[in-house]
């Protein structure tokens, strides 16, 4: 139990970082609107741009819960106490 604590305040913590982040760069550039990949390309340039895009875009289907994406949980397995009685 106490390492499922520290495991949610670690990543907590590394999400309100990230978020401080990006409060910081949509203040001091608000021109730019095309979120990571106008940061990296701004910053780095044209190919650290693209390959930042490209590694935010890949890795999108991790970060999805699948209730969030609609294909879902599936139902609880049906055992003989659930089966209709004749």
Known sequence: MAGA?????VAGTGMLMLAFVFQTLAVRKPDLDAGVY???KAGFG??????SAFGYWASAPLRLDPLDAGSGKRPPP???SHRRRA
């Not at 604590?5 to 305040?9: S, V």
């Not at 044209?46 to 390959?51: C, D, F, K, S």
């Open 78 to 80: 049906r055992t003989a």
């Open 46 to 51: 044209e190919y650290l741009g693209v390959i």
């Open 38 to 40: 106008a940061y990296a």
């Open 5 to 9: 604590l520290i495991a949610w305040l």
